[in-house]
């Protein structure tokens, strides 16, 4: 396993449509004798432009960049949530996106949840079965798993979700900014979680703002920005070149060498 690559993204494009109104100019209002200030449009986004790069076997990647910059579309596309315009991914092994967004049946009860949402990650009903507590006991939620999910607090609803992910074993972790959320002993246990997938040679990609984490948790670093990957190498110099772009420079902690990514 470890004699060969667990992703390669390869050239991927991610475009998306967005319908909306689009803003009239006054001249376009009087030629067109629209009544109001907006018409119905739909424009293309190119969120992810060219991006490659190989990722091995108990690698730890984060990912950064500016808000709207492509990350969490990158991520979504390599778990195939989104569809690639051009390009391709290939896994050795299964991936799973442990994003605090991921969807849960809100009119559902917690129990409910869990077995619907191991199923789903293709975990069998004997499987579901024996890792139930485990998925109770991380997320925390003691007494409300009866309850409807809507009866849940935010912090325990993306507790839940990142527990029952994570419960899968996957062999590729996409993590979007779902250690931020919680109190200290669950981003705790949350990185235990995540460095027991990695000692197992799972492959780990992260995205966060945080750079603590990033410097935590991470051996390599992906830097997207405005849809391509403006650089791609160790910890301390990404993070040393991303701060100085954004007027935040911080001290590098050891010599690193860092490769820059055309386009």
Same mark, same amino acid.
């Given at each position: 396993?470890? /004699? ?8 991927? $494009? ?13 001249? %376009? %209002? ?20 060219? *991006?490659?790069?190989?990722?091995? $076997? ?48 809100? /009119? ?28 109770? /006991?991380?997320?925390? *939620? ?28 996957? /062999? ?23 460095? %027991? ?11 966060? $703002? ?23 190498? %160790? ?29």
């Amino acid at each position: 396993m470890a /004699d060969r690559p667990s992703l390669i993204v390869d050239d991927v $494009h991610v475009t998306y449509r967005t319908y909306g109104g689009r803003r009239l100019t006054a001249r %376009q %209002q009087k030629t067109w004798h629209t009544i109001g200030r907006h018409v119905g449009a739909v424009d293309k986004v190119r969120a992810v432009r060219g *991006i490659s790069f190989v990722a091995d $076997h108990g690698e730890s990647i984060g990912v950064i960049g500016h808000n709207g910059s492509g990350k969490s579309t990158l991520l979504r596309a390599i778990a195939g949530v989104l569809p690639t315009e051009s390009g391709a991914v290939y896994a050795d092994g299964t991936a799973s996106l442990l994003g605090v967004n991921a969807a849960l049946m809100r /009119d559902l009860t917690g129990e409910r949840n869990i077995v619907l949402g191991g199923l789903a990650l293709g975990q069998t009903p004997t499987q579901v079965e024996e890792r139930f507590d485990e998925v109770v /006991d991380f997320a925390g *939620i003691g007494d409300f798993l009866q309850l409807p999910m809507r009866a849940y607090s935010s912090g325990m609803g993306s507790r839940l979700r990142f527990a029952i992910s994570s419960a899968a074993r996957p /062999d590729i972790v996409m993590i979007d900014e779902a250690l931020s959320t919680g109190d200290a002993e669950f981003r705790r246990r949350s990185r235990e979680r995540v460095d %027991q997938i990695r000692s197992e040679a799972g492959t780990v990609l992260l995205v966060s $703002h945080s750079m603590s984490t990033i410097r935590s948790m991470c051996d390599r670093v992906l830097w997207v920005d405005g849809g391509r990957l403006r650089l791609d190498g %160790q910890v301390d110099e990404v993070l040393e070149a991303y701060a100085e772009a954004t007027g935040r420079p911080v001290a590098r902690r050891t010599p690193a060498r860092s490769r820059a990514v055309a386009g």
